[in-house]
């Protein structure tokens, strides 16, 4: 398929390739974005009242603009550049105890399921989360 926008031409390829060409110039972009995948987690537990600020890294995380954890979906997140990639720092939101997983919102919707964060309840003992640092 090809369309002439004023001074753009666009011409579709595929389902997966896009051509934009803007005078003699040509570039070569993917139709469609991939989801960002929530791989890794940082502290990997918290209370059920939520609150805590967590570092959550993976795949395509720069696209992120909301992250689940089992349902709850918190968009108070900041990406961060630094030496070692993208970190997105995210506010956990409250949740029933136990372990969940986290899912990351990005242009083309949910990622899969990836990382595992347990909330455990306020009152705990000391130590709760030791098991999962």
Known sequence: MRRRLGFLTIILLSAATLVVAQRSAAIVAPAYAERPIAEWVDPMCGPTEGGTWVHVSGHNMELATAVSFGGSIST???VIHDQRGVLVRVKVPPHLAGPVRLRAYGPTGWGPAGAPFVYVPLLSPAGAC????
């Open 76 to 78: 108070t997140i900041m």
């Open 130 to 133: 030791d098991g999962y640092a």
